[in-house]
Structure formats: structure tokens, C-alpha cells
T-cell receptor, first 114, second 108 residues
Framework: AAGVIQSPRHLIKEKRETATLKCYPI?????VYWYQQGPGQDPQFLIS???????DKGSIPDRFSAQQFSDYHSELNMSSLELGDSALYFC?????????????FGDGTRLSIL | QKEVEQNSGPLSVPEGAIASLNCTYS??????FFWYRQYSGKSPELIMS????GDKEDGRFTAQLNKASQYVSLLIRDSQPSDSATYLCAVKADKLIFGTGTRLQVFP
């Protein structure tokens, strides 16, 4: 079965640079979620989109923005990168945003800031 | 206090034993409860979901939910070394909130 696709798998940037992470949800999933997971930590919710509109916002810094496109893929844009942004970034998708719809995760993008 | 609490472990069990993982949550409005398995450096993988009080079984896994006690558990029967991973409890009211995970080690 098709899963959530994220790209790139690994990304190395320097401080103050920008980065764009991409997420392609499972087919027919209309809701996308972004999470940040630091070493040894649980995933922290950043932001979510339902039917191309922002549906919820978590601990996403102002330096980050995201959007969901007409084909339901989503992009997380990160600017003025800081050392502390080094983490695994996961995208998850679900069929609808109701609470009983489980989220399925992509393999993540490992972002390293030098 | 975190909204979703788990013992970080490690929980060490011998192969073939039952592993019992526990989770408590603070938001009484939570409606959906999930267990994810995460291998080091990999993505969380959904293994169980439960929405109503009682037990739900799927193969070697049994999830238990007690909303009155705000308690969720996961039992893994006949534990295998391949079950060694971090198990994340996740609870959803309006957002999906993860616990910090319990590291399970199954030794031969």
C-alpha cells in the first residue's frame, strides 16, 4: 500500500539558510500534519492542513511556514535556520480530520544545521 | 506535567514473555488513543488504535482503555527481539499529543 512520501530524506544546511521539506500524503488522504522530533524526544506537533486550509497550529516558530496544495501535497518552509532546528521532521496524513482517524507517518526528513 | 505520561524505561523482558506498557493522560476530552512503535531514527508506525473502554486485540497486541482512570495500556504477548523499540502512546482531543515513549528491550 502507498505510504506518505517525504523528500528529501536528508538535508544539510548552514545557519541562516532556508529549507523546504515536501510531503505527499497517502492517496485520498486530505489532512496533513507536520511534526518535529529532536533526539530522544517525542514528536512535537507543528501545524496541520485539511482540504488545503490550515486546520490547527502547534509549536511552529514564526520563521517556519507551510501550505497544502491542490494535489494535497504539503511543503514546510523554514527560514533563518538555527542550530536548534536540527531534528527529524515527520509528515503524517489522515483521511479527514476527525479524532478517530489515525495518522500515518512518512519516513521523515533528517535536517542537520551546521 | 506532560499531557501524556509514559515511563521512559527501558522495560526489559525475556523473549516469549508479555510486555506491558502503560500510559496516562490528563485531558478528559480525549476521544482517540493510539499506540505507535518507533525504531531508532525511523518514523512512528501505527500498531493499535482504541476509542472505547475495554480491550481491543490484534494479533499479539492488546490495547486497554479506561477513560475513568485516564489510562491506556498495550500488552505484547510472546514478545520477540524484533519488538525492541520505543512505543509511543498518542492521545487525541483536538490535537494528537504524544507521550515521550517507553523503550522496550526484548532479550533472547
Amino acid at each position: 500500500a502507498a505510504g506518505v512520501i517525504q523528500s528529501p530524506r536528508h538535508l544539510i544546511k548552514e545557519k541562516r539558510e532556508t529549507a523546504t521539506l515536501k510531503c505527499y500524503p497517502i492517496p485520498r488522504h486530505d489532512t496533513v500534519y507536520w511534526y518535529q522530533q529532536g533526539p530522544g524526544q517525542d514528536p512535537q506537533f507543528l501545524i496541520s492542513f485539511y482540504e488545503k486550509m490550515q486546520s490547527d497550529k502547534g509549536s511552529i516558530p514564526d520563521r517556519f511556514s507551510a501550505q497544502q496544495f491542490s494535489d494535497y501535497h504539503s511543503e514546510l518552509n523554514m527560514s533563518s535556520l538555527e542550530l536548534g532546528d536540527s531534528a527529524l521532521y515527520f509528515c503524517a496524513s489522515s483521511a479527514g480530520r476527525s479524532s478517530n482517524q489515525p495518522q500515518h507517518f512518512g519516513d521523515g526528513t533528517r535536517l542537520s544545521i551546521l | 506535567q506532560k499531557e501524556v505520561e509514559q515511563n521512559s524505561g527501558p522495560l526489559s523482558v525475556p523473549e516469549g514473555a508479555i510486555a506491558s506498557l502503560n500510559c496516562t493522560y490528563s485531558d478528559r476530552g480525549s476521544q482517540s488513543f493510539f499506540w505507535y512503535r518507533q525504531y531508532s531514527g525511523k518514523s512512528p508506525e501505527l500498531i493499535m488504535s482504541i476509542y472505547s473502554n475495554g480491550d481491543k486485540e490484534d494479533g499479539r497486541f492488546t490495547a486497554q482503555l479506561n477513560k475513568a482512570s485516564q489510562y491506556v495500556s498495550l500488552l505484547i504477548r510472546d514478545s520477540q527481539p524484533s519488538d525492541s523499540a520505543t512505543y509511543l502512546c498518542a492521545v487525541k482531543a483536538d490535537k494528537l499529543i504524544f507521550g515521550t515513549g517507553t523503550r522496550l528491550q526484548v532479550f533472547p
